[in-house]
């Protein structure tokens, strides 16, 4: 099969197959990671030898642990329209790891647990298809034609009960020499999908990054350098180290912007983590930005950036009343 058939089989099948969640976006994602992984000459080999590449469902279970585990404990994306019943995925991810918010990266979460969810992963969302418990590989490559749905067996075979996909080597070369293409297609298809389900800011940017490295704020100490005193608790940081915090939490925000930055002193800064300082600190944080707006320049710029028409006041009260719904919880500082 050539490469325009593939092609058209597989944008199609990410920009207008049918998706109640976003299962197929991973699987996808699998596919085109498993692949770009093969070293060039494993590839030609297949090819020259017409052999299909096996894996096993639990390296797709694991991969699918790794790529929700983030949107999930970190950044709390909701991956379906139904808020009452999640994806067994998210379900597992819960039921295994807890519905706080996780601060941690994954690499540093108990192997044990690692291993309860990528085993139940593994029963649960990859079973067997006659079971219904082994829908998204079935399904995967269902494609419209008219009114009806064919099964295009085009990328791979699949065998529910050795429990293997069997890569076709046409597809695994096609998957590698356009990973790059492809791979951008799925991120942003997946991003749109989430989109219309999810309030929260820049989902590309948290689908697109497992652990997003966060900048140094370093500077952000001399830019509000006439702020003495500890945001929170009002300790004095002369004698103390200072910390610049994310008044709502980066992981939500996910940029560092000078009218949600506040100088703490190390205490409420370790304590406060992730989490939301209560409603009073907002009506703080508001007045802040409203008195030294015209006294700081950074400030000034990074509140026209939120300057909507109802006003940058409001859309920072919308970020904190979402990013609360979100689940992120709020703490008590002082």
């Not at 944008?11 to 049918?18: A, E, M, Q, W």
């Not at 001399?222 to 994310?246: G, M, P, Q, W």
Request: overall charge positive; proline content about 2%.
């Amino acid at each position: 099969m050539n490469d325009k058939i593939l092609k058209q089989t597989f944008v199609s099948i990410i920009t207008k197959g049918s998706k109640s969640n976003t299962y197929k976006f991973a699987l996808a994602k699998f596919l085109l990671d498993y692949c770009n992984s093969q070293t060039p000459q494993e590839i030609e080999n297949s090819i020259t030898n017409n052999q299909s590449t096996f894996v096993d469902y639990q390296q797709v279970a694991n991969a699918f642990l790794t790529y929700f585990w983030h949107q999930e404990c970190k950044y709390r994306i909701k991956q379906n329209y139904q808020d009452s019943k999640p994806p067994s995925v998210i379900r597992i991810i819960r039921s295994v790891f807890g519905t706080g918010h996780i601060h941690k990266s994954f690499k540093n979460m108990p192997k044990n647990k690692i291993q309860t969810a990528q085993k139940e992963i593994r029963q649960r969302v990859f079973g067997k298809e006659s079971q219904k418990t082994s829908q998204v590989i079935p399904r995967f490559q269902n494609i419209k034609d008219g009114n009806s749905v064919i099964r295009k067996q085009v990328f791979y075979d699949y065998d529910d009960d050795s429990g293997e996909i069997e890569i076709k080597p046409e597809a695994v070369k096609f998957f590698s020499e356009n990973y790059i293409f492809l791979i951008k297609l799925v991120l942003l298809e997946w991003s749109k999908f989430l989109e219309k389900i999810n309030t929260i800011p820049r989902l590309i940017a948290k689908v697109e990054s497992y652990e997003m490295k966060r900048g140094s704020l370093s500077k952000y100490v001399k830019i509000f350098k006439d702020f003495r005193t500890c945001f929170y608790c009002n300790a004095s940081l002369d004698s103390t180290e200072t910390h610049v915090d994310h008044f709502i939490p980066w992981s939500y925000i996910f940029e560092d912007e000078s009218w949600n930055l506040v100088l703490s002193c190390e205490k409420c800064n370790l304590k406060k983590s992730d989490s939301l300082a209560k409603y009073e600190y907002l009506t703080q944080i508001i007045k802040r930005n409203q008195t030294y707006q015209d006294k700081i320049e950074d400030l000034r710029k990074s509140l026209l950036k939120i300057n909507t028409q109802k006003g940058w006041e409001n859309e920072i009260i919308y970020h904190y009343n979402n990013c609360k719904e979100y689940g992120f919880s709020e703490i008590t500082l002082s």
